[in-house]
C-alpha cells in the first residue's frame, strides 16, 4: 500500500488525504450539474460542500476520540501544537501537530458533522430540506466509496484475519496488520501466531467501496423517477445503514452490548428512521389518493 505519496519539508502528504480531496472535488463538480438541473443556483452546491468538509471533519473527529478516549489527550496536543506553530511560524511544529490531531476520522460522525452544518445552511436560505437531501443523497454514497480507496491505500479500517484468495496484507498500514495491533481490538489471535506477524485481512475498505458505489447508481436511478420528496435521502439512510451493519461484522473495531460496535448502533437507528419515514410518508400518500 502507499500510505504517504511525497514529502514536502517536514509535511507528508498522504494517500488518504488526497482521496478525501479527491472526493469532495468530484462530489462538488457533480453536484453543481445536478443542482443547475434541477434549477437551483450552483454557488449553493459549492457553499453545501464547503460546510459539509468542515462539519464532516469535526464530525469525524469528534466521534473517532468519543471511541477512543484512551488517546485523546494525544490530539488534543496536537492541536495545541497546531496553534502554537501557527503564532511561532514554526513549520515543523505545526506538521507535528498536524500528524497528532490528524489521525483518525470515522465516516459516521462525519456524516452526523456535516448533516448538521448543511441543515442550517439549508434553513438560513429558505430551501427545501427533504429536496436539498434528496438532491445530495447520491453523492454522499459517491464521496464515501471514493474516501474507501483512501483508507485502502493508507491501510487503514481493514478486516479480521482471512485465509479466502483475496485477502490482503497491510505491513506498513495504520497500524499494521500485525497479530498484535490485531490482537489489540479485542480479537483472539491463536496461540501458534507469533505477535510480530503480518497477517493477511478482509480488504474491508474495498467491500464498502463497491457497496457505496452501487449504491450511488441506485439512488441516482431514483433521481430520475417520480417519487416523494425525501424518499431519495431515506433510501441512502436505510442502504448505507445497511452496508455498514453487515460489514462491521468482519471489520476491527470495538465492540459494545450484544458484541455490536458502535458504528453498527448507528447503522441500526438510520435503518429505523428510514423504514418508520418510508412506512408514514407511503400512508400519507395511499389517504391523500384516495
Not at 468542515?54 to 496536543?77: C, H, P, Q, S, T
Not at 448538521?116 to 466509496?145: C, E, N, Q, R
Not at 490482503?168 to 491463536?190: C, D, R
Request: proline fraction near 4%; hydrophobic fraction near 50%.
Amino acid at each position: 500500500m502507499y500510505p504517504e505519496l511525497f514529502s514536502i519539508g517536514p509535511i507528508t502528504i498522504s494517500s488518504f488525504g488526497v482521496m478525501i480531496v479527491i472526493a469532495f472535488l468530484s462530489v462538488n463538480f457533480l453536484l453543481r450539474k445536478e443542482f443547475l438541473n434541477h434549477g437551483y443556483k450552483t454557488e449553493y452546491a459549492d457553499d453545501m460542500i464547503f460546510r459539509a468538509a468542515v462539519g464532516g471533519i469535526l464530525g469525524a473527529k469528534i466521534y473517532f476520540l468519543i471511541e477512543n478516549y484512551d488517546i485523546a489527550i494525544e490530539n488534543i496536543g496536537g492541536l495545541w501544537k497546531i496553534f502554537y506553530g501557527i503564532l511561532t511560524l514554526n513549520s515543523s511544529l505545526i506538521a507535528s501537530g498536524i500528524q497528532l490531531f490528524g489521525s483518525g476520522l470515522v465516516f459516521l460522525g462525519g456524516f452526523i458533522g456535516g448533516l448538521i452544518f448543511v441543515t442550517y445552511y439549508i434553513k438560513k436560505k429558505s430551501l427545501s430540506w427533504l429536496i436539498m437531501a434528496d438532491l445530495i443523497a447520491p453523492y454522499i454514497a459517491l464521496g464515501h466509496g471514493i474516501g474507501r480507496i483512501g483508507c485502502l491505500l493508507v491501510g487503514d479500517d481493514y478486516g479480521i484475519p482471512t485465509s479466502l484468495p483475496w485477502g490482503i496484507s497491510f505491513p506498513n498500514g495504520s497500524p499494521p496488520s500485525t497479530a498484535y495491533n490485531i490482537s489489540q481490538t479485542g480479537y483472539i489471535i491463536p496461540q501458534d501466531v507469533s505477535f510480530t506477524q503480518v497477517l493477511t485481512v478482509h480488504p474491508t475498505q474495498i467491500y464498502e467501496m463497491i457497496l457505496y458505489f452501487l449504491i450511488f447508481y441506485f439512488l441516482k436511478f431514483l433521481l430520475k423517477k417520480n417519487h416523494f420528496n425525501g424518499e431519495i435521502f431515506i433510501n441512502y439512510l436505510f442502504l448505507a445503514g445497511i452496508a455498514r451493519f453487515m460489514v462491521e461484522f468482519i471489520r476491527l473495531n470495538p465492540r459494545y452490548y450484544f458484541d455490536l460496535s458502535g458504528a453498527q448502533y448507528i447503522s441500526l437507528l438510520m435503518m429505523i428512521i428510514a423504514i418508520i419515514y418510508h412506512y408514514f410518508s407511503r400512508k400519507t400518500q395511499i389517504h391523500a389518493s384516495d
